[in-house]
């Protein structure tokens, strides 16, 4: 059974930086496609960043040049840096692992508050 463990969240200034991991276990992970999302109070789940199996990566527009999702075969994690946050970035940000013939996982997510 694949298994998501986020972990990073925190709190932290407008302007400041975390990053965000992704573990998984259970399963193959170079066949999963890997997304981060996030949903902040009284808002539907939102994508924030995604990486395909074979690197390739797309963005929401609202974090496009502050945030870089990137992803490490080696140690089956995903990783999400964030720089320049918001106090919109505000939200518990979860870990998505998608893959051919499988369903979707998800992780129990992680909060991240920005706040002065």
């Known amino acids: 059974q694949v298994q998501l463990v986020e972990s990073g969240g925190n709190l932290v200034h407008p302007g400041g930086s975390l990053r965000l991991s992704c573990a998984l276990s259970?399963?193959?992970?170079?066949?999963?496609?890997m997304g981060w999302y996030r949903q902040a109070p009284g808002k539907q789940r939102e994508l924030v960043a995604h990486i395909t199996r074979g690197g390739i990566t797309n963005y929401a527009d609202s974090v496009k040049g502050r945030f870089t999702i990137s992803r490490d075969s080696a140690k089956n994690t995903v990783y999400l840096q964030m720089n320049s946050l918001k106090p919109d970035d505000t939200a518990v940000y979860y870990c998505?692992?998608?893959?051919?013939?499988?369903?979707?996982?998800w992780g129990q997510g992680t909060q991240v508050t920005v706040s002065s």
């Open positions: 998505n692992a998608a893959g051919p013939f499988t369903g979707a996982y």
């Open positions: 259970g399963g193959a992970f170079s066949i999963y496609d």
